[in-house]
């Protein structure tokens, strides 16, 4: 059972919690939603508001239903679930149902988005800004031989976290 605390009662290493443990970026509706793994994204204050940042890809399905969304959620998990977010990264949502295939149990917020009855913490999410990485823009040249070397810049989205949802 989920119940709402204020972020500042968190007391996460979120370096860890988002480089090592992963999450899970989830998008949709409950008739129709995709999920993905990520382990780069970030979380902080920007325009007086409580915000994350990810980044997706333009080849993940998810990227379809985050873009068509007001709203994503960011799901972490217990160590005893990375190989349900390894499969999760690993499989895409066009061609199999990451859903049945690793037995995750979907839940509707009060605000109609999805997360999964296995996250021990859960940031719901609005979304405030978008934009992509441009190769013009990379400081560092190097990053982007080494990180895009298909010119498969990632989407970046900023959204304030409107509820932090842990599980009791």
Known sequence: ??????????????????????????????????????????????????????????????????????????????????????????????????IANTGLEPIETEKGNIIFRQARLVFECRKLYTDQFNENYMLDESLSAKIYPQKDFHHIFIAEITDCLIDQ
């Open 1 to 98: 059972m989920f119940v709402k605390t204020d972020l500042n009662n968190l007391q996460e290493n979120f370096f860890s919690l988002i480089g090592d443990q992963w999450m899970l970026i989830t998008a949709g509706n409950i008739e129709s939603f995709n999920t993905m793994t990520a382990s780069w994204g970030g979380l902080g204050v920007l325009w007086n508001k409580n915000v994350a940042t990810v980044y997706i890809r333009p080849q993940r399905y998810t990227l379809e239903f985050v873009n068509n969304q007001d709203y994503f959620t960011l799901c972490f998990f217990d160590e005893k679930y990375k190989h349900i977010l390894n499969y999760c990264g690993a499989h895409s949502g066009r061609d199999v149902d990451k």
